[in-house]
């Protein structure tokens, strides 16, 4: 019941402190990368401070094996048993999936970039939609999904983002303030230039609770006091 699950999350968005983790299964029998995509925008407005994606894995007993035929789900004969591709779903498409899924958690779950996400989401109408296109560019630029530093990773949304028509001087800025937010570090050569004054910082204060979740906590404080890039 969608209804519910979207009650529930945004009573623990709105009413609690909790920090919310959410996981969103993709290659369902009948889902192609279009009503994924819908419900990754729908999920994504809701507000969780992490959408873990993942892909569908066949578990022996489990009733999705009733779909088999009819959808033509296709598996993979090694544990942990992952979609290959379905009726509607390529397997080009699975594989893009699987990058987003991996480029997702070190852009947006890892909570760095708080400022600079949601400039990302919206260059290409939906969220789905821009970060998918920017999944597939930084796959054609590293070549990899694991092991990308957070540095390299801070120059490439800035290669991105500035050639897709975002203003240079308050991305730098936007970036800078993420890529520092956890601590203090020099401003990287590739940013410097378009710095045009010292730029305050909101570092993340100690606490008790994972790093990660500490990130998400002081965007979400500091998200309404620096204009977004556009």
Same mark, same amino acid.
């Given at each position: 019941? !969608?209804?519910?699950?979207?009650e ?26 279009e ?15 992490e ?10 007993? #489990?009733p999705i ?6 959808? #033509?789900?296709? !598996? ?6 992952e979609?290959?591709? #379905? ?11 699987r ?12 909570g760095?970039?708080?400022? #600079? ?11 789905? @939609? ?6 597939d ?20 949304? =800035? ?16 970036l800078?303030?993420?890529?520092s @937010?956890? &601590? &203090?570090?020099?401003?990287?050569? =590739?940013?410097?230039?378009?710095l ?18 500490? @990130? ?15």
């Open positions: 019941n !969608y209804r519910k699950l979207e529930n999350l945004r009573f623990l968005r709105q009413e609690t402190g909790v920090h919310v983790h959410a996981d969103l299964i993709a290659g369902l029998p009948g889902e192609d990368l009503s994924f995509g819908r419900g990754f925008d729908r999920l994504l407005e809701l507000g969780p401070q959408i873990q994606v993942g892909l569908l894995k066949r578990l022996r007993g #489990t094996a009733v779909h088999d035929r009819e959808w #033509t789900m296709a !598996y993979s004969p090694a544990a942990p048993y979609v290959l591709k #379905t009726r509607v779903l390529s397997f080009r498409d699975v594989q893009r999936l990058r987003f899924s991996r480029y997702w958690d070190l852009v947006g779950n890892r760095f970039f708080q400022e #600079t996400l949601p400039v990302l989401l919206r260059v290409d109408g939906s969220p789905f @939609r821009s970060f998918m296109r920017f999944s560019w930084l796959f054609e630029n590293e070549q990899a999904t694991h092991r990308i530093a957070l540095l390299r990773l801070t120059e490439l949304l =800035f290669r991105y983002l500035a050639a897709r028509g975002q203003d240079a001087q308050a991305l730098a800025g936007a800078f303030r993420d890529y @937010r956890d &601590k &203090k570090r020099a401003v990287p050569p =590739f940013l410097a230039e378009h045009a004054r010292p730029i305050p910082l909101e570092t993340v204060p100690q606490a008790s609770i994972p790093a990660r979740q500490a @990130r998400h906590l002081a965007g979400s404080r500091t998200e309404n006091r620096h204009p977004s890039p556009g």
